[in-house]
């Protein structure tokens, strides 16, 4: 008769905690199915997605920022991962310059019109009163320089970490030939741009498809998880 094998030992050590991501929807979709996927993906990474809902069609960017600020108080998290998608970028900026957040570690923004949008310029002069009626408060805030918010929402400091995803053809026209240079259809690449990013992707896709594609889910997810968007070779630490 053999003895029987000795039962191991409980493990009495909790789960790690899952990380809070907050994701940020774009321009009027408040809440975007096509970040379904991205929240999938994230939670089989080991983390907890939170998706903000607001209202870009009847608040403008300061009051979502505001409504933003509070949200995440209301987490009761020290410290939160963002996706933001389009226009969230921009709110995100602007509550972390004008509200008092919770510590943003690591941050990712798809296809955020940083530098304010060409696009938005042409609808304005074309539509007039009819761009904000159809588009919401937050488009006219969307457009370049002085007249929008845009550049002027502040930048993401130290010890956040941050990185932008930008859409585009390879090619200098990109895919809308009303867009200056490379573009998503939507935003052009060196609109994207925000200095002190700590990394930078372009991917050949539109601008609607950034956060669904499987090629975006895995730099976020890689960013979130390492810092950087390039897979850190085995062997090599930087």
Not at 45 to 73: C, M, T, V
Not at 151 to 165: D, K, M, N, Q, S
């Amino acid at each position: 008769m053999t003895d029987a094998p000795a039962t191991p030992p409980p493990n009495d050590e909790p789960p790690a905690p899952r990380r809070t991501v907050v994701l940020l929807p774009p321009l009027l979709v408040p809440a975007h199915p096509l970040f379904w996927p991205m929240a999938w993906t994230l939670r089989r990474a080991g983390f907890q997605p939170r998706i903000f809902r607001y209202a870009s069609w009847r608040r403008d960017i300061p009051d979502n920022a505001a409504r933003l600020a509070e949200w995440l108080k209301s987490l009761g998290e020290e410290e939160v991962d963002v996706v933001a998608f389009s226009l969230g970028g921009i709110v995100l900026r602007w509550a972390a310059t004008h509200h008092d957040l919770p510590r943003l570690g690591r941050v990712v923004m798809l296809g955020p019109p940083n530098r304010g949008a060409q696009l938005a310029d042409w609808l304005d002069g074309r539509l007039g009163w009819l761009f904000p009626a159809i588009w919401g408060r937050c488009s006219r805030q969307l457009r370049r320089g002085e007249r929008g918010l845009a550049e002027r929402a502040g930048a993401l400091t130290a010890p956040t970490e941050f990185a932008v995803i930008a859409g585009g053809s390879g090619k200098p026209n990109g895919f809308n030939r009303l867009v200056t240079g490379d573009n998503d259809f939507t935003v052009s690449v060196e609109e994207t741009i925000l200095p002190g990013m700590r990394d930078f992707a372009l991917v050949p896709l539109r601008h609607t498809t950034l956060p669904l594609h499987s090629r975006s889910r895995r730099l976020v997810v890689r960013f979130l998880t390492e810092g950087r968007f390039r897979e850190r070779k085995a062997g090599h630490g930087h």
